[in-house]
T-cell receptor, first 113, second 110 residues
Framework: SQTIHQWPATLVQPVGSPLSLECTVE??????LYWYRQAAGRGLQLLFY??????ISSEVPQNLSASRPQDRQFILSSKKLLLSDSGFYLC????????????FGDGTRLSIL | QKEVEQNSGPLSVPEGAIASLNCTYS??????FFWYRQYSGKSPELIMF????GDKEDGRFTAQLNKASQYVSLLIRDSQPSDSATYLC??????????FGAGTRLFVKA
């Protein structure tokens, strides 16, 4: 069966510091991968999605970036965090067909001080 | 802009009752519809998906889709306190993008 791992679970970072969140998927090949952010009491905001190694689509212009160095690895990064980057970051995967459901990792709760 | 709308709630129902959660979407070309359950502080968990008009049942859950009215709903029969959570409606509008509603909070009273 497929599993998705996301870490760390919680993170507290000062403003201006860098960020690296990692997500890996097991049990499937060539998945679609997604990064979402959820602000408190809000819906899911799609940040990036990837349909293959090195292929990244950005949905929201901001100080975040994403990379997919391996088929089942997805990384979310920032060079300098802003206060507004606080939130619950979720990685998700789906099979390649676009109309299939997405499955989420446990998420990273990021607090910026 | 493509949108998915849900009543934020909270929707409060007594234990054993039917909870009815509703969702409307703006993109008439949408083909795939999903319901997720999200407990406080946790990530969303897929509970139902539906692609065709009509009803789809899975245990205590029934998803209903009406593409003409651009309306999708989730019924939870015999509601339990453990069903208390936020329910997210999600719609695939084509390609690789799925739009999520902000969710409806459900509270089941014991």
């Amino acid at each position: 069966s497929q599993t998705i791992h996301q870490w760390p679970a919680t993170l507290v970072q000062p403003v201006g510091s860098p960020l690296s969140l990692e997500c890996t998927v097991e049990g499937t090949s060539n998945p679609n991968l997604y990064w979402y952010r959820q602000a408190a009491g809000r819906g899911l905001q799609l940040l990036f999605y990837s349909v293959g190694i090195g292929q990244i689509s950005s949905e929201v212009p901001q100080n975040l970036s994403a990379s997919r160095p391996q088929d089942r690895q997805f990384i979310l990064s920032s060079k300098k965090l802003l206060l507004s980057d606080s939130g619950f970051y979720l990685c998700a995967w789906s099979v390649q067909s676009g109309d299939q459901p997405q499955h989420f990792g446990d998420g990273t709760r990021l607090s910026i001080l | 802009q493509k949108e998915v709308e849900q009543n934020s709630g909270p929707l409060s129902v007594p234990e054993g009752a039917i909870a009815s959660l509703n969702c409307t979407y703006s993109d008439r070309g949408s083909q795939s519809f999903f319901w997720y359950r999200q407990y406080s502080g946790k990530s969303p968990e897929l509970i139902m998906f539906i692609y065709s008009n009509g009803d789809k049942e899975d245990g205590r859950f029934t998803a209903q889709l009406n593409k003409a009215s651009q309306y999708v709903s989730l019924l939870i029969r015999d509601s339990q306190p453990s069903d208390s959570a936020t329910y997210l409606c999600a719609v695939n509008t084509g390609g690789f993008k799925t739009i999520f509603g902000a969710g409806t909070r459900l509270f089941v009273k014991a």
